[in-house]
Nanobody, 123 residues
Framework: QVQLVESGGGLVQPGGSLRLSCAAS????????LGWYRQAPGRERELVAL???????NYGDSVQGRFTIYRDNAKKMVWMRMSSLKPEDTAVYYC?????????????????WGQGTQVTVSS
């Protein structure tokens, strides 16, 4: 069973920074694509950032140049550094995992989701 646990959300002033973390657990040997999505009240869940197993990144237009996603395959973790935060970045942020390879070499397709962490940007 795959579990994703996020941390690092909170309240920050406009222009500030936060770092989100997501740790994967379970009998996993490899994580496929990882990423972050967000959902604001009354809006659909949207892509924030993705990172492949080899480190290729993809960002949503609204966060390009302000957010940075990175991962550590050995630690089975992904992080996202968020800078120059704006009130419109306020949302629940969800960790995303496309799929895994288990310790006994079986591939499990996702997606897998974390429980979400609230980010609020307000003065």
């Amino acid at each position: 069973q795959v579990q994703l646990v996020e941390s690092g959300g909170g309240l920050v002033q406009p222009g500030g920074s936060l770092r989100l973390s997501c740790a994967a657990s379970g009998s996993i040997s490899k994580l496929n694509e990882l990423g972050w999505y967000r959902q604001a009240p009354g809006r659909e869940r949207e892509l924030v950032a993705l990172i492949s197993r080899t480190g290729i990144t993809n960002y949503g237009d609204s966060v390009q140049g302000r957010f940075t996603i990175y991962r550590d395959n050995a630690k089975k973790m992904v992080w996202m550094r968020m800078s120059s935060l704006k009130p419109e970045d306020t949302a629940v942020y969800y960790c995303y995992l496309a799929g895994v390879t288990s310790d006994d070499d079986i591939h499990y397709a996702g997606p897998f989701w974390g429980q979400g962490t609230q980010v609020t940007v307000s003065s």
